[in-house]
């Protein structure tokens, strides 16, 4: 059973800097994901990473900025947000997947973790 716990957010200002991290039992073998959706907005990917570590995707909005890593031996994902914008404010969100699907079905990815807020103030 995956089981997902998401941490990190908080408040910054623009331009600033967090991390996110996501506790992930039983996901080693997981393609696994991070997400986002802001209020009255579409849930949309934002970066995603192979089972091994080698293979990520980012989103266009955040390509430069935001690096996804995962440390299999702590069973934990992380996403790297640099040079963050007032858009990025949004509830973050880890996901898993056995089977690959791409940022934009996030409808078809499995398992998923509670949330964790971030807030960028201009």
């Known amino acids: 059973q995956v089981q997902l716990v998401e941490s990190g957010g908080g408040s910054v200002q623009a331009g600033g800097s967090l991390r996110l991290s996501c506790t992930a039992s039983?996901?080693?073998?997981?393609?696994m994901g991070w997400f986002r959706q802001a209020p009255g907005k579409e849930r949309e990917g934002v970066a995603s990473?192979?089972?091994?570590?080698?293979?990520?995707h980012e989103a266009d909005s955040v390509k430069g900025r935001f690096a996804i890593s995962r440390d299999n031996a702590k069973n934990t994902l992380y996403l790297q947000m640099d040079s963050l914008k007032p858009e990025d404010t949004a509830m973050y969100y880890c996901?898993?997947?056995?089977?690959?699907?791409?940022?934009?079905?996030?409808?078809?990815?499995?398992?998923w973790g509670q949330g964790t807020q971030v807030t960028v103030s201009s």
């Open positions: 990473i192979s089972p091994g570590g080698s293979t990520t």
């Open positions: 996901a898993a997947t056995r089977i690959y699907w791409p940022l934009t079905s996030w409808i078809n990815w499995g398992y």
């Open positions: 039983g996901a080693t073998a997981y393609y």
